[in-house]
């Protein structure tokens, strides 16, 4: 019985510790010239949870690598880039593994990823989203699903945070 139970916990630890961000990809406004991009890379470096920071000025867009098994703060990340004096146009992350929750919530380390169009997640174990947040996601985007927010920012899921499947 122990054997089956150490089995159980396991499998059940293993499949659930598999989960987490992977990198993620930031579009910057603002971003003119390599001092800019510069700045905006020291900031992002000074996360614990941030293995590695690519900024390419003709796209304007940060591609950060997270630190393996790392609890990664997006809001955070954002933020960075903030103190940097740039604001965020989008944030999208990939993630790998996850367990699906309700078939609406993908459940990453203590974070929870509310998904407002599940219809269209991955049936693998790799997932790209896009972070809808007013601060920082384009108009279309954020009004598209402004609704769907707004139902989940009043349910209490803790470190919940809003996305849409890519």
């Known amino acids: 019985m122990k054997k089956i139970i150490l089995l159980f916990i396991f499998v059940w630890t293993a499949r659930v510790g598999y989960s987490q961000f992977v990198s993620a990809s930031i579009a910057i406004d603002g971003l003119t010239c390599s001092m800019c991009s510069m700045s905006v890379k020291r900031s992002i470096e000074k ?6 920071v690519t900024v390419d000025l003709n796209t304007t867009t ?66 790209v989203f896009q972070m809808l947040d007013k601060e920082f996601s384009d108009k279309t985007s954020y009004h598209v699903y402004r609704a769907q927010m707004q139902k989940f920012s ?8 809003a996305f849409v499947c890519l």
């Open 62 to 127: 940060a591609y950060v690598e997270f630190q393996p098994k790392a609890e990664v703060a997006l809001k955070l990340l954002a933020q960075q880039v903030k103190k940097a004096g740039f604001t965020v146009r989008t944030l999208s992350v990939v993630v790998i593994g996850g367990e699906w929750v309700n078939g609406q919530t993908l459940a990453v380390g203590k974070q929870a990823l509310v998904v407002v169009n599940p219809e269209k997640k991955a049936s693998g174990r790799l997932c």
């Open 47 to 52: 996360m614990p949870f941030v293995k590695s």
């Open 154 to 161: 009043s349910q209490s899921l803790g470190e919940a945070y």
